[in-house]
T-cell receptor, first 115, second 114 residues
Framework: SAVISQKPSRDICQRGTSLTIQCQVDSQVTMMFWYRQQPGQSLTLIATANQGSEATYESGFVIDKFPISRPNLTFSTLTVSNMSPEDSSIYLC????????????FGAGSRLTVL | AQKVTQAQTEISVVEKEDVTLDCVYETRDTTYYLFWYKQPPSGELVFLIRRNSFDEQNEISGRYSWNFQKSTSSFNFTITASQVVDSAVYFCALSEGGTYKYIFGTGTRLKVLA
């Protein structure tokens, strides 16, 4: 299965700033996704990162707050804009398994703490 | 609407005990997929199993086994002879046919004590 690398693995940020998380996959994948996992909570899908077009956002998430890029089939970025303490979470990148078996592979996540 | 319920928030067992993690799902689709993932303290989600809605056969992989029952909309996960390394948060997830959109349960934290 694909190997997904995310960076940064963790960061401490100041309120009002923005941070971009990078996600690199070691092989071309059809679909990439960004999830959020708030402390002690489950995973919530933020958006589907579409290659060459605007991301598709889930209810409750907007492009101005979470702009996403996907310039090619192996790379995506998620920016968390104008951060507040409520944005403190783990952000996980995921991609479809190359076997086509509807299995998602996840990166190790980026743990953000906003002060 | 889709929903996945993991009623057990946290379970503690002593090493070598068997433990079952419960997962109940809701969906209106006839074609869907169910998954279990393990999230160890390192944070990365590790895929354990995928089951489609047309395959109700139970599955065993080493000390892990899964019981899928459509009649009760459940997909339970049993660890036999648990080990300390099994300590993690386990997530059950559902995706409806034709999509890669997963709905995750709230997870069950398993603590295996030596």
């Amino acid at each position: 299965s694909a190997v997904i690398s995310q960076k940064p693995s963790r960061d401490i940020c100041q309120r009002g700033t923005s941070l971009t998380i990078q996600c690199q996959v070691d092989s071309q994948v059809t679909m990439m996704f960004w999830y959020r996992q708030q402390p002690g909570q489950s995973l919530t899908l933020i958006a589907t990162a579409n290659q060459g077009s605007e991301a598709t956002y889930e209810s409750g998430f907007v492009i101005d707050k979470f702009p996403i890029s996907r310039p090619n089939l192996t790379f995506s970025t998620l920016t968390v804009s104008n951060m507040s303490p409520e944005d403190s979470s783990i952000y996980l990148c995921s991609a479809t398994d190359t076997s086509g078996a509807n299995v998602l592979t996840f990166g190790a996540g980026s743990r953000l703490t906003v002060l | 609407a889709q929903k996945v319920t993991q009623a057990q928030t946290e379970i503690s067992v002593v090493e070598k005990e068997d433990v079952t993690l419960d997962c109940v799902y809701e969906t209106r689709d006839t074609t869907y997929y169910l998954f279990w993932y393990k999230q160890p303290p390192s944070g990365e989600l590790v895929f354990l199993i995928r089951r489609n809605s047309f395959d109700e056969q139970n599955e065993i992989s080493g000390r892990y086994s899964w019981n899928f029952q459509k009649s009760t909309s459940s997909f339970n996960f049993t660890i036999t002879a648990s080990q300390v390394v099994d300590s993690a948060v386990y997530f059950c997830a559902l995706s409806e046919g034709g999509t890669y959109k997963y709905i995750f349960g709230t997870g069950t934290r398993l603590k295996v004590l030596a």
